[in-house]
């Protein structure tokens, strides 16, 4: 079984409305807690990396939010773009596992005109 | 861009065929990873090097080569792949000690398996 489940697994949403994305996890013990974008034919790139001892961090429109007592993490997406059509990957690291790294399926958001 | 190259993004091959994948990083980093992302399924971790030295093999088959012959180049040599091979391979760096281990992905090649 997944340790990092989100959801919805799919999104639609109007341009300039907001949403969240959810991820929770069963990782143990804590590490840190990661949000990637992925645009369709391309990598996942960084959007925040949360640890333990931090509950929110922002860059730009996203907002992260993390509760490690529910191991629950969100993202919040303000005045949604077209160009934030893509999928969003949680990622959730553990501390003994070296460089292994635990990976959500990712919510693919459709922002439409 | 991310600072992590790979080559060729497209690359249709027939089971009996060899080829090989090629990711270049650009960022100094002295970490480097294999991924392959299938549809509707999460990353799967594939090889890790570390200082050129392989620090994990997550039971990958033998059909699938890495190599690292420094720690700004790595390779995955493909021979005899069946077609659930077929996949989107990435390239990630990141450097040991820096932001818990950030990884940096590439754009990734395109595999299909005929």
């Known amino acids: 079984k997944n340790q990092v489940e989100q959801s919805p697994q799919s999104l639609i949403i109007l341009e300039g409305k907001n949403c969240t994305l959810q991820c929770n996890y069963t990782v143990s013990p804590f590490s840190n807690l990661r949000w990637y974008k992925q645009d369709t034919g391309r990598g996942p790139v960084s959007l925040t990396i949360?640890?333990?001892?931090?509950n929110t961090k922002s860059n730009g429109r996203y907002t992260a939010t993390l509760d490690a007592d529910t191991k629950q993490s969100s993202l919040h997406i303000t005045a949604s773009q077209l160009s934030d059509s893509a999928s969003y990957i949680c990622?959730?690291?553990?501390?003994?596992?070296?460089?292994?790294?635990?990976f959500g399926k990712g919510t693919s958001l459709l922002v439409t005109p | 861009e991310t600072g992590v190259t790979q080559t060729p993004r497209h690359l249709v091959m027939g089971m009996t065929n060899k080829k090989s994948l090629k990711c270049e990083q650009h960022l100094g980093h002295n970490a480097m990873y294999w991924y392959k992302q299938s549809a509707k399924k999460p990353l799967e971790l594939m090889f890790v090097y570390n200082f050129k030295e392989q620090t994990e093999n997550n039971s990958v088959p033998s059909r699938f080569s890495p190599e690292c012959p420094n720690s700004s180049h790595l390779f995955l040599h493909l021979h005899t792949l069946q077609p659930e091979d077929s996949a989107l391979y990435l390239c990630a760096s990141s450097q040991e000690g820096h932001r818990a281990y950030e990884q940096y992905f590439g754009p990734g090649t395109r595999l299909t398996v005929t």
């Open positions: 990622v959730v690291k553990d501390s003994n596992s070296g460089y292994a790294l635990n």
């Open positions: 949360m640890t333990f001892s931090e």
